[in-house]
Nanobody, 114 residues
Framework: QAQLVESGGGLVQPGGSLRLSCAAS????????MGWYRQAPGKQRELVAS???????NYASFVKGRFTISRDNAKNTVNLQMNSLKPEDTAVYYC????????WGQGTQVTVSS
């Protein structure tokens, strides 16, 4: 049974940093296309960053230069380092895995506020 568990969310001041982690189990992680999405209240879920099985990365324009996605196939984890956080980054962040099927984590809240 596939399971994605996010961690690392919390409250941070503008300009601060957070590191999100997603631990995957029950999937062939090394072959999976991994992504981080977010959903703010009243808005649609949107892609933040993704990383292919080969390590190729893609970022939404609104996080380029501030966020970095990485994966550790030995540990079955994907991380999102978030720097220079802004209040508009406030959202629930979700981990996603795709390999013949589509899997989602339960989400972790990130709140950027002074």
């Amino acid at each position: 049974q596939a399971q994605l568990v996010e961690s690392g969310g919390g409250l941070v001041q503008p300009g601060g940093s957070l590191r999100l982690s997603c631990a995957a189990s029950g999937i062939i992680f090394s072959n999976s296309f991994m992504g981080w999405y977010r959903q703010a209240p009243g808005k649609q879920r949107e892609l933040v960053a993704s990383i292919s099985s080969a390590g190729n990365t893609n970022y939404a324009s609104f996080v380029k230069g501030r966020f970095t996605i990485s994966r550790d196939n030995a540990k079955n984890t994907v991380n999102l380092q978030m720097n220079s956080l802004k209040p508009e980054d406030t959202a629930v962040y979700y981990c996603n895995a795709r390999y013949f099927d589509n899997y989602w984590g339960q989400g972790t809240q990130v709140t950027v506020s002074s």
